[in-house]
């Protein structure tokens, strides 16, 4: 009860406060002061704000408090009235009335009560007195009386008046009094008290009462948009476009012209062209006052007071119209007590405040050392100037710096520059045309010789004044300082290379010539190991041998399989073997005839072999698309052996330096571009699964098991024993056509459709050690010399060039590279010219094929 008696304390002390029924029922009426509160639903509005009935005693709130009260409701009243979402129906100003009325009796009501209560609060723990429990009993009558008295004051059940005749009985002992009064503060109030009365209320102002979206039967205040003055912030003014300060051409090529605030479309206006403008200008009479809105891109009517502004402007007066140039002058701190009066003084600073500075010492001290040794003399007579100077002394001259550098003389006079030079100074026409046809930078001189008869009769130069310009001009900018500049001659910077005769020998002139019927391309040659025969293959499906020295054909195979895309001769001495590429075939084949009795046997052995212990027919292990089929009885009368069926058609052939394998290359197949062929077992491989570029061009290394495969781009080295990727050359390349290997091991040259040659040193970078761009076309094929330090490069320009290239054991020593001798003599049919080139494996003699059908053997 004491816990529920100090909330009662508490909740009077607050602006608006419950009242609470006679019979201990429970608050009527319950009004927050806080707006976030939920408030209750069945609370009645019969009784006031002001009020606290308890049991038959009102208790009235302090005078202090309502003191307080009246502060905050002033307090309020001068604050600017700020929208609630608390709803209230439209009596209660009524309501507010009848508080008023009760909140003066209240007023009215003895201190006694509050004294009561006071007791109550700072009483002990036993409970209430009986003297005060007896006193509140005593004066339930008279209080019961006044609040009945009361207008708003209405009962609302039976049951209130009985607990009133009984509360007013004086016949109860104490202990009774406080069981009643327990028992109605307990018991359970009524629900059905107060169900019609209002939710909130709201505060007066000048908005408009609506139906709140929010609460269910509640009101909420709307008031008037804020209009913006013309001195308001940005962010109130009517300008749509947020797009911001940005040129609004961005916005040209598009439909919209920028995004309101909600960030929707802002689309651009209907415009007509120029003349629907200039007809629109004409018509209207006020478009003179209108200005275009470069962000809504529209015109915009001025207003009056804008147009004024403009006029003031124009006139170059204060745009404020109640601007007043001429006010009086407001004469500050003049007259009479209007003195200014501030902590100031005209006093010198006393020395007292004086802080002597280090620096200034420091620099005095400086002084004082020179005086003393006699740099500086005090008092020194100055030095007379003399009234006379001697023109022809040379005292005023001064030593020059060593960087000293003296301003460029003119040059003096010479005889053409006399106004009477000799006849033979003087120009013809025919000098004097080219004189003035030659523009003046070009020219030897700056003027023409010219003969008077006297001094009087030289007119004035016309070019003085320009002459005079441009030598104040070179004065100003010519340089006062010695520059010292290295007397090295260009020529000395470029290498010493030794002379093409000292180099010899190396072909130099056509010998031989190989003629192909039909004039056919030949795509491919070869020389074989021993240099007695000459292959080649052209696209008229026909594989032909040639005799080196004479040029007669001795042999040929029609292969009837397309054309021929490459020959390679195997390196192995002692047989005497031929690869043919043609569409989907790779064809071994054999001039037996031509060789000797020794070579064929080793020849017919070592392809043979593996075909008496399989049948006609062999698969590749898990190459299903690859067979080495055994040719027919007349094909291996005519020399063809063997021939083995792969996928794609394959562009060029690799033979190992021992001659049992052989590597081919098709970009068609994929991942079966790149095959290694055993002919002694007849067995084929695909050593890449996959390959991150298209494969171009393969080679084994000469010493090694390494195996080089070129993409367009890069040249990847494998170790085939490893089974890894040992270095990837970054060639620069956009598209190899051609490589090869040095017989060493360590170099290689690469050769692109970009018109370059790489020269890479495996032992230095995976970069090129050399770039040469001689060629003026795309490269088709490059070759070292086998035993020679030699190299050729062929391409589509129709020439040949030959480079010396010696390898030197020293590693700190580069290769030295020197042209040697540019072929010529094939030509260029349909865009292509030579396109392969073969070296003689002992001889300074080369073998070139083209694409005008011949075959060049060149000689030293």
């Known amino acids: 009860m004491a816990t529920k008696m100090q909330n009662v304390r508490h909740r009077g002390s607050r602006p608006s406060t419950s009242r609470v029924d006679a019979n201990g029922a429970g608050p009527s009426r319950l009004s927050t002061a806080r707006p976030g509160q939920k408030r209750a639903a069945d609370v009645s509005a019969e009784l006031s704000d002001d009020e606290l009935q308890l049991n038959g005693h009102v208790l009235d709130s302090d005078d202090g408090e309502d003191d307080d009260e009246e502060e905050l409701d002033e307090a309020s009243d001068d604050e600017d009235p700020f929208p609630e979402l608390d709803s209230a129906s439209e009596d209660g100003d009524d309501d507010d009335d009848g508080s008023d009325e009760a909140e003066d009796e209240v007023d009215g009501s003895d201190e006694s009560d509050l004294e009561a209560f006071d007791d109550e609060e700072s009483g002990d723990e036993s409970g209430y007195n009986s003297s005060d429990i007896e006193a509140m009993y005593s004066s339930s009558t008279s209080v019961s009386s006044r609040a009945s008295s009361s207008k708003k004051r209405i009962i609302s059940s039976q049951q209130k008046v009985d607990d009133e005749k009984l509360a007013a009985r004086t016949d109860l002992t104490t202990d009774e009094k406080l ?136 006139r170059a007066e204060n745009p404020d119209a109640d601007f007043n140039p001429y006010q009086d002058t407001i004469e500050w701190f003049t007259g009479k007590g209007q003195e200014m009066k501030m902590p100031l003084s005209g006093a010198p600073e006393p020395k007292r405040r004086f802080v002597p500075s280090k620096w200034e010492h420091q620099k005095v001290m400086k002084i004082v050392k020179a005086i003393r040794e006699g740099r500086i003399v005090p008092n020194k007579p100055s030095a007379t100037k003399p009234s006379v100077y001697a023109i022809w002394s040379d005292s005023d001259i001064h030593t020059p710096h060593a960087m000293y550098m003296p301003a460029p003389q003119l040059p003096p006079p010479k005889t053409a520059e006399s106004y009477n030079p000799p006849e033979e100074y003087l120009p013809t026409e025919q000098e004097k045309a080219e004189f003035e046809a030659t523009d003046k930078e070009d020219r030897k001189q700056d003027f023409l010789p010219q003969k008077y008869d006297s001094l009087r009769h030289v007119p004035a130069y016309k070019d003085l004044v320009q002459e005079r310009f441009e030598r104040a001009l070179d004065l100003y900018l010519a340089p006062r300082t010695r520059r010292v500049k290295l007397n090295i001659d260009p020529e000395s910077l470029i290498p010493k290379l030794p002379s093409p005769r000292e180099l010899r020998p190396f072909p130099t002139t056509s010998c031989v010539q190989y003629r192909h019927p039909g004039d056919t391309r030949v795509r491919g040659i070869s020389v074989n190991p021993g240099g007695e025969w000459v292959a080649s293959g052209s696209e008229d499906g026909i594989v032909r041998v040639w005799d080196l020295g004479n040029g007669r054909e001795v042999w040929k195979w029609n292969l009837k399989a397309g054309a021929i895309q490459h020959v390679e001769w195997s390196p192995n001495k002692e047989q005497l073997l031929l690869a043919a590429l043609v569409q989907g075939k790779i064809l071994v084949v054999s001039p037996l005839a031509l060789a000797s009795p020794t070579v064929c046997t080793s020849t017919l052995d070592h392809v043979n072999s593996a075909f008496a212990s399989s049948s006609a027919t062999t698969k590749s292990g898990g190459l299903e698309a690859i067979k080495w089929v055994r040719p027919s009885e007349d094909e291996r009368e005519r020399g063809v052996l063997v021939i083995i069926e792969v996928p794609g058609t394959p562009k060029h052939i690799a033979w190992h330096r021992r001659g049992d394998y052989l590597a081919t290359v098709a970009t068609e197949a994929a991942d079966k571009s790149v095959l290694i062929h055993q002919l002694s077992k007849h067995a084929t491989q695909s050593p890449f699964r996959k390959t ?94 086998p035993t020679l330090p030699l190299f050729a490069s062929s391409s589509d320009d129709g020439t040949i060039h030959v480079f010396h290239a010696t390898i030197y054991t020293d590693l700190m020593q580069n290769p030295l590279i020197v042209p040697l001798k540019i072929l010529r003599g094939h030509k260029i049919v349909e865009g292509l010219g030579v396109l392969d080139v073969r070296w003689h494996p002992e001889k300074p003699w080369l073998v070139s094929s083209g694409a005008d059908g011949e075959v060049r053997l060149w000689c030293s």
């Open 179 to 314: 069981e009643r009064m327990i028992e109605a503060g307990t018991r359970k109030p009524d629900e059905s008290i107060g169900t019609d009365a209002k939710i909130s209320w709201a505060k007066e102002g000048k908005g408009v009462l609506k139906p709140s979206k929010l609460v269910p039967g509640g009101y909420r205040r709307e008031y008037d948009d804020i209009e913006a003055g013309y001195g308001s912030e940005s962010s109130t003014e009517d300008n749509p476009n947020t797009v911001g300060n940005i040129p609004m051409e961005w916005y040209d090529d598009l439909p919209h012209i920028g995004y309101d605030v909600s960030g929707r479309k802002i689309f651009r206006p209907a415009r007509g062209d120029e003349l629907d403008k200039f007809l629109s200008n004409a018509e209207d009479p006020a478009a003179w006052t209108s200005v275009e809105d470069k962000s809504l891109q529209r015109n915009v009517q001025l207003t009056d007071k804008e147009l004024d502004i403009i006029r003031r402007l124009e």
């Open 692 to 785: 991150s570029g298209a494969v171009q061009r393969v080679a084994f290394h000469p010493s090694k098991p390494h195996f080089f495969a070129a993409t367009q781009r890069h040249v990847k080295l494998y170790d085939l024993a490893a089974q890894k990727l040992l270095k990837t050359l970054q060639t620069g390349l956009n598209w190899i056509s051609s490589i090869d290997i040095h017989p060493g091991g360590d170099n290689v040259i690469v050769g692109s459709y970009d018109k370059k040659l790489g020269w890479f040193d495996l032992d230095l970078s995976n970069k090129p050690f050399k770039t040469l761009r001689y060629h003026s076309r795309a490269l088709r094929s490059v070759a070292f010399h």
